[in-house]
């Protein structure tokens, strides 16, 4: 793979640990409840798009693993650092806990729901891409998003808080998620044109999954 291919799955990468690891803040915005990862992680279903349109679902596919691997990684490591004992000074137990330590459940709803949602956006793009005969970027992006967020936000949101809020509450959350970040990617679609253009054209593929095997497992 070329050194374009590698840059876009090191963003992507970058992208989803950043967010796992800012997540822990919540912010408001427009008078709805977020967490701070929504500041980046939507980037990374932006990166998926440009993966999934120019190399193809086969190439997202092993970036989508790669992530969750580096992910896995990245809260192994943080466990780890969590159960050696402190030093008398500097940054307390308590302060490394409140920031990094994740609870067990809300890891398990992180992981289930990006796989759900990144495979799904990957294969909703591709397909579209097929039936569009590779015209409207902006229809497949944005359709994939719709798709793959509202999948990611359902998922993680009942995973991790089903039975802690009311039913109502929960779905404003979700929804309240899904639109934030539906309209992140809508915001980024220049962007997209603009880099999917210039890398087709520097990379000289244009990749359509008509032969496909579109089991996310298989790498």
């Known amino acids: 793979m070329s050194w374009r291919f590698v840059t876009c799955a090191a963003l992507f990468v970058t992208c989803l640990l950043t967010a796992n690891v800012i ?4 912010i ?22 440009v993966l999934t349109e120019v190399w193809g679902y086969a190439a997202a596919r092993r970036v989508i693993w790669l992530g969750f691997a580096c992910n896995a990684v990245m809260v192994a490591a943080i466990w780890i650092g969590g159960e050696v004992p402190a030093a008398p000074f500097g940054a307390s137990q308590f302060a490394y806990d409140e920031v990094l330590g994740l609870a067990p459940r809300l890891l398990f709803a992180s992981f289930v729901a990006y796989l759900v949602g990144e ?34 936000s359902a998922v993680f949101v009942t995973l991790a808080f089903a039975g802690t809020m009311p039913g109502p509450v929960l779905g404003g959350v979700v929804v309240g998620q899904w639109l934030a970040k539906v309209l992140y990617e809508a915001a980024g679609t220049p962007l997209v044109y603009a880099v999917v253009g210039w890398l087709k054209a520097r990379e000289g593929v244009d990749a359509y999954d008509r032969q496909t095997d579109f089991n996310p497992i298989r790498l």
């Open 23 to 26: 997540a822990a803040k919540l």
């Open 28 to 49: 408001v915005v427009a008078g709805v409840v977020l967490t701070a990862g929504i500041v980046i992680f939507p980037l990374s279903y932006v990166l998926g798009d």
């Open 119 to 152: 495979f799904a956006n990957a294969f909703v793009l591709a397909k579209l891409k097929i039936a569009t005969q590779g015209r409207w970027l902006w229809l497949r992006t944005i359709g994939s998003t719709i798709v793959g967020q509202a999948l990611d």
